[in-house]
Every structure is written in C-alpha cells, then in structure tokens.
C-alpha cells in the first residue's frame, strides 16, 4: 500500500516538474474524452428525442398503408395507388378483438385562403374519432362531430402553424370562414401544437375535414372509398403486436392475397419506426465514436512517446531503485501508475471540458444533450486503460535495465 | 568460527565484446566473514568494481561459484537477486546516488518501500537513520540542497535503513574533499565497531589504512591480501 501510495505521489511529482510537458502530453487525452462525452451525449439526446417526436404520434397505434413495406417504404400511400377502403377499416373495427379505436385519412393538396391571406398545405379527410387515435386533442373550439361526418359538413379543424399562416396573432380563428380548394369551410377548432415528426416534418401544418366533405368535394370522387392510411390504436401497450397480426391476417383474406404473394399493404408499429431512427442515430453515434477513438489513439501514442522519453531520462533513477531491491516488477508498476496519472488526469479534464461543451451545446444550438453518470465512468475507465496499454511498453523497457547500466548512466 | 558471509570459489566474470572479449575477473578465491571491515584495492581497471557488483547481486558470475551468507546465489533469478539486495545490502556509491526529486528522508525510506513483507513505521525507522549518520535536521532537504558529505552521509543512513548484514562502498570517498573524506570514514569506522561487515572498494591507500584487511587486485586476479592483527571484536581466521 505504502509504495502505491508513494508511486502515485511521485507520479504526480514528476508530472508537476514538467507542467507544459505533461499538458501537451495530455491534449490528445483531454480531446478525446472530451470529444466522447460530447458525442455521446449529444446522440443519446437526439435519440430521446426522437423516441418522443415517434410516441407523440399516437398511443398504441398502428400505420397502415398501401402498398408492401419492401416497395412502399414508410412514405407509402403516395408512391403506389391506394388499396385501402373505409371497409377495411370497419372491418378491422369489428373483427379485430384487440382494436380500441380506427380511424382513416384520405389526403389531398390544397391551397387554403382566409381573407387576403393564402397557405397550401395537405388536408386530410377523416373521421369524428381521429383525435382519439392519435391522442391529440383541440386546444381551441371543438374537433369533427359524427353528426358532420354524415352531413359531409363543411367544417375544418386547423392544425397551430396553418392558423398562425392564415390569421393574424390574437385573431379569434374559429368560427372564421376559409377556402379550401374555392369551398368554402367554417373553422371549429385549431389543435394543440405537437411539433415535427422524426423525419422532420410539421406536425402542425395539417388541416383536418369530415372525410365525407373530403370525398366529394375536395377530391370529387375520383378515389371513392379510398384511404391513404388507417390508423388503429390497441386496447393497450401489450396487445400492440397481437393486433398487427390481427389486422394483416385480416387484410389478406379481404384483399385476396394467397400465402407466398406479397402484401399490398405495410402494417407498422411505432416500435418499428423508433428502431428504424435508432438506426440512423446509432450510425451516427458509431462515426462520431470513431473519431473519437482516433483522438484517444493519437493521445495513447504521445502518451507512449512522453514516456519512453521519461524512462530514458530516468536511468540513473531507475539503476538506484534497482540496487536498493526494487524487482522488475516494481519498475513496471511503477511506471505504469505514472502513463495511468497522466491519462486519467487528461480523462478527468477531458470530462469536465466535454460536459462544458455539451452543456454549452444545448445552450447555445438548442439541441438535447443528454449527460449521464455512466458515460462519465465510460470515459475514465478508458483513459486509465489507455495510459496502461500505451504505457507498458515504455514501462516494460524500464523493468528489463541492467542496474549497473542503469547506474552508469550519465 | 563464523561461515564467511561472501565466499567466491574460481569467479570469473567475462564480458563479451566484438571482437576480444574482456576478462575482469580471471578466477578469484576469496572468503569474507562476518564483522569485517575489508579494502579492495588495486589499479584502475584490475577488476575491483566488477568484483563489487557482483558480491553485491548487481551482476552475476560468467563461472564459479558464490555463496552469500552460506547460500549458493551463483545462478539465481534478477528477483531473489533484488531480494537479497534490499534486505541484507546497503550500497553506497561514489557520486551519492540519491534521487534528485526526493527529500533526504525519502530516499532513506527508499528501500523500505521494496521490503517485503512492508513495514509501516517508515517515518521513525528513517529518523532514526539520519540521526545515525547526524542528518536529522536536514531531512526535508532535496539533494542539491545539502553538500557532498552531507548527501554521502544520507546515503549511508538509505543503506543503514533495513539493518543490512553487510554495506558495500565503491569509492565512498572519491567525489569528496580529504576533511569530509575522513569524516565519512569515521563514519563507516563507527558502524564498524558496531557489528556491521563493510566492504570499500578504493584505490586510496590512506583509506586503505583505516580498514582491517586489503585485498589487492591485478588484472581479475588476487595479487595479495593483507590483514592487520589490532582488530577490535575481529573475528577473522
Ligand atoms: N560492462 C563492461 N563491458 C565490458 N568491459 C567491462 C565492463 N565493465 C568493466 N569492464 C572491463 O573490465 C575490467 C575491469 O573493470 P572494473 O571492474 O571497472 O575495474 P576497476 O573498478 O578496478 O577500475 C576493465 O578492463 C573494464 O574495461
Ligand atoms: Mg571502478
């Protein structure tokens, strides 16, 4: 115990001796923790998120969409033709056990006029329940009724940034008259803001109609019975898959697809989207990993360079702990505890400049950044490692001197 | 009578070069007992500090045989080698030989640090060291902080400090003026008188003159060995 404590004692006298020295050494260490802790916390935040934009799209629910995952892609429903019928939706509601709530949209683009003012943006037909699904409700004046589905009434709920683009600040929007496509609609409610989608897309640049007034008057019956997407929520978080499996073995016995053909539909999951943008984050996190590793790399070897240095300097030391009984392994300790000091200490600096900057980070550009205990830990444990692989060859040249070579040395 | 605590028997010691290799020692017999207080002399280059290194289990023999305190050490590892050296010798060298970075007291506790098993009373064992040799009151004092015989003096408290059976010092005297020399001398003599076995190696006969024996070196091989009789506790044969 005493010689640990003597060693690191003396490690740190030795690093104090050459202050300059022993900072540069230290650079490549400190840029690289530091890069680390940056890196990593700036992905596990993106990541989070992420997750939250893909929760914020419903609960429990699942896509539904034309056309098979392998073709369609998750922006399906535009690319191919639609197969879904309002139907398949009623049957999903009625056949499906696991099924709490199903809705369906039928989109279109439109330019949208209230006053002097003009918007284009996509409008979506759907049904009085498509706020349940989704789990997003109207932070002013009301959402689509039943009674206006069946009247086909001519009523929109806007979504907050199509409000902002068509009414002036304060204005009472609903209850406003707007065009829609030249037909004219009465605005019965604006939604709660819920920000972009994890592809980036506004959530909030939406406008919603009963799909019966979709259907005949905006799309004028070109596509009659058509959907571009039904969605489904479960009876909960367990029985998510179970109904995937309800609703695709369903839809091909509706749509006639043999074992062995391909879907004309893609059934997905919000855990199946949330994997898919871990993926991009993950290849994200492991690019910025490597450049991190690299720094750790160069600092190691400036670590390795400081110390061969050292080791030669110290002969003479190195010959008289030898003749008062130092065995070669106490040499080797000895300056593998001096490369861990070093390296620790820059991982220790390294840490505390990279929390500053990912704090700086998400103060200044707004981004999440997440810090968290275990990537601090991550990030010691790994300089000390370092300081030991690129310490040893140095240290191992110390423990092999013969101790009368040693002594001589001037 | 005493088992001699060094004994060579035909010690050879050649070292390889390009070319002709050098034969510092060419087949030495000599037995040193416990409580001596021994010179080895001779000309530059006869052979006395390869002589040293290797009774002192810095280097090892090329042939023969060597028994340190009754055990054969002819050929055993770098290890035991540094075992036997922190428990049972102290070393003191020409130029000191103490770490630049460290106090006086620190280099004294030095070998502590490699005995094994540890002691812990590091701080006591090493003042009572440097009271020793009369150096208490520099103990927090670097190196090139104190003069020559004050650094020798710290020295010879660092070889002291694991009550070693035997000291060995090449040249002791070498790096010191003749006033300070004889001090560190009287030193050595004083440890003497106290049991300890102490080999100099000097080609100085006025130190030469303060020990009890002389073995005299030319060319790797004993020339003559010298003993005087008013030893006091001497126990030689
Ligand atoms: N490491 C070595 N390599 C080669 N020759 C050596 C080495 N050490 C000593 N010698 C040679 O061995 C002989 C004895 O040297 P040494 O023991 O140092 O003599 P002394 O101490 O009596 O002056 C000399 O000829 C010297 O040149
Ligand atoms: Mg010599």
Known sequence: ?410 | MDKPVISFKGAKKIYPMAGESVEALRGVDVDIYPGEFLAIMGPSGSGKSTLMHIAGLLDSLTEGKYLFDGEDVSFISRDKQADIRNRKIGFIFQSFNLLARCSAQENVELPMLYRRPAESNLHEKSMEALRTVGMENRASHLPAQLSGGQQQRVAIARALINSPTLIMADEPTGNLDTKTGKEIMNTLASLHEEGITIIIVTHDHEVGQATRRRIFLRDGLIERDERQAQSSGLTSP
């Open chain 1, 1 to 410: 115990m005493n010689i640990v404590i003597t060693m690191i004692r003396l490690a740190i006298r030795a690093l104090l001796a050459y202050k300059v020295r022993s900072l540069l050494t230290m650079l490549g260490i400190i840029i690289g923790i530091g890069s680390v802790i940056v890196m990593i916390s700036v992905g596990r935040g993106a990541n989070e998120s992420i997750q939250k934009q893909i929760q914020s799209l419903g609960a429990n629910m699942l896509m539904i969409f034309s056309g098979s995952s392998q073709s369609g892609g998750v922006r399906g429903g535009f690319g191919s033709a639609p197969t879904l019928t309002i139907r398949d939706a009623q049957a999903i509601e009625k056949e499906c056990p696991s099924t709490l709530n199903v809705t369906y949209v039928l989109g279109a683009s439109t330019q949208l006029v209230a006053g002097k003012k003009n918007w284009g943006t996509r409008s979506w037909g759907t049904t009085a329940n498509y706020n349940l699904v989704r789990d997003w409700q109207v932070k002013d004046g009301e959402f689509i009724t039943e009674q206006h589905f069946r009247s086909a009434a001519g009523v929109a709920v806007l979504g907050s940034s199509v409000a902002e683009n068509l009414f002036e600040p304060g204005e009472q929007a609903v209850g406003q008259q707007i065009r829609i496509k030249n037909v004219p609609f009465r605005v019965i409610g604006i939604m709660q803001t819920r920000g972009r989608t994890p592809s980036g897309q506004d959530n909030d640049d939406t406008v919603l109609v009963p799909y019966t007034t979709m259907s005949r008057k905006l799309v004028g019956d070109r596509l009659p019975g058509l959907v571009h997407f039904i969605m489904v929520s479960a009876q909960s978080q367990a029985l998510v898959e179970t109904l995937k499996q309800e609703v695709e073995e369903l839809l091909r016995q509706r749509h006639k697809i043999l074992p062995g053909m391909t879907d004309d539909f893609t059934v997905r999951t919000l855990d199946e989207y949330a994997n898919m943008a871990g993926k991009t984050t993950n290849t994200m996190t492991m690019l910025l990993t490597a450049v991190a590793a690299i720094s750790l790399l160069v600092g190691g070897i400036g670590i390795m360079n400081i110390m061969l240095v050292s080791v030669t300097e110290r002969t003479r030391e190195i010959g008289i702990r030898m003749a008062v009984g130092a065995r070669s392994r106490d040499v080797l300790v000895q300056f593998l505890v001096e490369a861990m000091v070093i390296s620790l200490i820059g991982g220790i600096l390294g840490t505390v400049i990279g929390v500053a900057t990912a704090i700086a980070i998400s103060a200044l550009a707004g981004w999440a950044t997440i810090i968290s205990l275990d990537s601090i830990l991550l990030a010691t444990l790994f300089s000390g490692a370092v300081g030991i692989f690129f310490g040893f060859y140095p240290a191992r040249k110390a423990s092999r001197l013969d101790p009368i070579e040693a002594l001589r040395y001037e």
